[in-house]
C-alpha cells in the first residue's frame, strides 16, 4: 500500500500520515470571517481540506471535520487595532450584526455546498463558545503567561519559548525596540485574547462580561477553544491558507500548548496557496472580488470550478483567468459527458489488471501530498484507454472522480453519495492490499447506510439495499 505523505508546515518536510489514535482523524480549518459574501480567492482552502478529507476517506479513515466562523473580534487589523470588521460592516448598511452574520454564513454554506464540499461535523460560531473562550484566557492567566493594559488581556509572547515556530519568526527584544502603539502591548508579537469594550463612541452590539471586564475575546482564541472543544486536547491536522502562518496560528498554538499542557498540540499544519487574479491576491478591499454567482454568469459552473481548482496543486498559487476557466468547463463537461454517456454500459470481460494499475496510479498521485493535477492525469488516460471498454472507463471515472470530489452530471454510482462512494474507494483499496478484515468492516458500514456492493466482472458498483 502507498503511504499518505502530507506536507506540514511547521517541520517543513513530507511526512507520512499516522493518525494519533483510534477514532475519527481531527480537521479543523480556519473558517471565514462572516462580514462579506465570501469571493472566490475565499473557496479555495476549504475545497482544499475537502480533498485532504475525501483522501483520508479514501484511505479508510474516519474523519471528523470542524469548520469555524468568525463573527465576532475579527478587527480590520490583525495586529488587535482598528474597528471589528462584522459591526463595521452592520452600520455601514444599517443593520444587525446577527443580520450579517447569518447572511453571510448562510452564503458561504451554500457556496460550499455548490462547491461539493463536504458538511463539516461542527460549524463552530466564535459567539457561541465565549465561555470556552473565557475559561482558555483564564488557564493562561493562571499559568502567568497574560498582562493587561488599559485595552485588554495580552498574550505575551516573550514568556513563550517556543512562540513563532510555524513562521521562523520569533518574538525578540529586537522587535519590541520598534514598538510603540496604543494598546499598550509589550512586545509586537503579543496579541489580545479579550479586548474590552470602548468607554466612549457607540456601543458595541457584541460584547459580554468576563472576570476582566466587559469586551469581546480577540481574534485568534476562538480556534483555539473550538479546536480543543470538538477535537480534544491534541489532533491530527489543522488546515488554512498560507496567510495564517505568520500571525493567527502561530498565536493559536502559543494559546493552546500553554493553556493545555499539550506539545504538539496538532500533529500536522497544512496550508493552501492562494488563488490570485493578474498575480496579486485577490481581496475584498481591492475593488474586484468575484463570487461563483459572477461564475455562473459566464458559463462557468461550480462543478467546473471545483476541477479548476484540481488542475494546480494546492501549494502552489493558482492564477484566475477566463482562458483557464474556460478550459475547464470544457474539460468538466467532457469528462462529465463521458461518464454519464456510458456509465450504464453494461460489463464486458475486461482486464483487472488495467483497472488496478490505474487506481494504483491515481492513489500515488493523491497520496502523494495531495498532487490532484497528477490524479486529474490519470483520468484522462483512463477516458482515453481503449483496452478498457467504455463502461469499465466510466464507472472508473465515477468511482476516482469522487475522491476529487467531481460529480459529474448523472450516474447511478455517483448517485450513491459521496461518502458512499469514499467508502467503496476504501474497500476497493482494502481488499488490494489484502485487508480482507478491513473491506468486510467497510461494506458493513455501507450497508449500514443502505447500499449494497454488487462485484460484477468489472469490479464493484453500488446500489441502492431494497
Ligand atoms: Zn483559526
Known amino acids: 500500500m502507498v503511504d499518505l505523505k502530507l506536507f506540514d508546515s511547521l517541520s517543513r518536510s513530507v511526512r507520512v500520515f499516522e493518525p494519533l489514535g483510534n477514532r475519527p482523524v481531527g480537521i479543523y480549518s480556519c473558517g471565514p470571517t462572516v462580514y462579506a459574501r465570501q469571493h472566490l480567492g475565499n473557496m479555495r482552502p476549504y475545497v482544499f481540506a475537502d480533498l485532504l478529507r475525501r483522501t483520508l476517506g479514501s484511505a479508510g479513515y474516519a474523519v471528523r471535520h470542524v469548520i469555524n466562523i468568525t463573527d465576532v473580534g475579527h478587527l480590520t487589523s490583525d495586529a488587535d487595532e482598528g474597528a471589528d470588521k462584522v459591526e463595521l460592516a452592520a452600520s455601514r448598511a444599517n443593520t444587525s450584526a446577527l443580520a450579517i452574520t447569518e447572511l453571510y454564513t448562510s452564503l458561504f454554506q451554500t457556496d460550499l455546498q455548490r462547491l461539493s464540499v463536504l458538511e463539516p461535523a461542527v460549524w463552530a460560531k466564535a459567539s457561541s463558545h465565549i465561555p470556552e473562550q473565557i475559561s482558555m484566557i483564564e488557564r493562561l492567566e493562571a499559568r502567568g503567561i497574560t498582562y493587561r493594559t488599559t485595552d485588554g ?84 491536522i489543522h488546515t488554512g491558507g498560507i496567510d495564517h502562518i505568520a500571525v493567527h496560528h502561530s498565536n493559536e498554538i502559543a494559546q493552546a500548548e500553554h493553556a493545555l499542557g499539550v506539545r504538539p498540540w496538532v500533529k500536522y499544519w497544512m496550508h493552501g496557496a492562494w488563488l490570485t487574479m493578474e498575480g496579486a491576491k485577490i481581496a475584498k478591499s481591492a475593488g474586484l472580488a468575484p463570487n461563483l454567482d459572477d461564475l455562473n454568469a459566464i458559463g462557468v459552473s461550480p462543478a467546473a470550478f471545483r476541477y479548476y481548482f484540481m488542475t494546480a496543486h494546492y501549494r502552489s498559487p493558482l492564477d484566475l483567468s477566463l482562458e483557464a476557466l474556460r478550459a475547464a468547463q470544457t474539460g468538466f463537461e467532457r469528462m462529465s459527458h463521458f461518464v454519464e454517456q456510458h456509465v450504464e454500459d453494461p460489463p464486458a470481460e475486461v482486464s483487472a489488471t488495467a483497472r488496478a494499475e490505474w487506481r494504483q496510479q491515481f492513489y500515488a498521485a493523491l497520496y502523494d501530498d495531495l498532487d490532484a493535477p497528477r490524479a486529474l492525469a490519470v483520468l484522462w488516460c483512463v477516458l482515453a484507454d481503449a483496452s478498457l471498454a467504455t463502461g469499465a472507463r466510466a464507472r472508473l471515472l465515477a468511482e476516482l472522480g469522487s475522491v476529487l470530489g467531481l460529480e459529474w452530471r448523472t450516474n447511478r454510482t455517483v448517485h450513491a453519495g459521496p461518502e458512499a462512494m469514499q467508502l467503496l474507494a476504501a474497500r476497493e483499496r482494502a481488499r488490494a492490499d489484502r485487508d480482507f478484515a478491513k473491506a468486510d468492516a467497510l461494506r458493513a458500514e455501507l450497508s449500514n447506510r443502505g447500499f449494497a456492493i454488487e462485484d460484477g466482472p468489472e469490479g464493484p458498483v453500488l446500489r441502492r439495499a431494497r
Open 153 to 236: 488581556v495580552y498574550f505575551d509572547t516573550r514568556l513563550a519559548p517556543h512562540y513563532g515556530e510555524l513562521s521562523g519568526l520569533r518574538a525578540s527584544a529586537e522587535h519590541s525596540r520598534v514598538n510603540a502603539n496604543q494598546s499598550g502591548k509589550r512586545n509586537p508579537s503579543d496579541f489580545a485574547l479579550w479586548k474590552f469594550s470602548a468607554d466612549e463612541g457607540p456601543r458595541r452590539q457584541l460584547e459580554w462580561p468576563s472576570p476582566w471586564g466587559v469586551g469581546f475575546p480577540g481574534w485568534h482564541i476562538e480556534c483555539s477553544a473550538m479546536a480543543s472543544k470538538y477535537l480534544g486536547d491534541q489532533f491530527e
